[in-house]
């Protein structure tokens, strides 16, 4: 269980959650044209962060391997391993396998699709099976 400090406080004090900070500045980094210092990531978050707190949820992203990170005078500038895409279908994958119910959970988010998001799943699954590909991605 993480630290209660870094969750928000009951009643809507603003404090935002460890979670919700770390997609913050990975949004931050994927916005860029490359990589960022963590005053350069501080000025692209909105509200009122403390460096430290911006530096200590780069150094958690970096350990946990989803930033590399290059010196840059003093301190070191940060690049997201993976774009937007990959890191968030890594998370659905992730989701995914933690359920008991791999069909049921499939069935229902197919179901709560809009019409255009599954006509191009569709497309997307065709284009799949095109190509010869197996349920685990290769031919």
Known sequence: MGDPRDEE???????R????LESDVLAALWAADGPLTARQVLERL??????????????????????????????YAYAPVRDEASHTARRMRSLLEEGSDREAVLTRFVSELSAQ???LLHQLLAGHEERGEGSDGRR
């Not at 406080?9 to 404090?15: D, L, N, T």
């Not at 200590?56 to 350990?63: A, P």
């Open 9 to 15: 406080a009951p009643g809507g004090s603003g404090r």
């Open 17 to 20: 959650a460890r979670g919700e």
């Open 46 to 75: 909105p509200g009122d962060l403390a460096y430290t707190t911006v530096l200590t949820i780069l150094s958690r992203l970096h350990d946990k391997g989803m930033l590399v990170r290059r010196r840059e005078g003093r301190g």
């Open 117 to 119: 998001d599954e006509q």
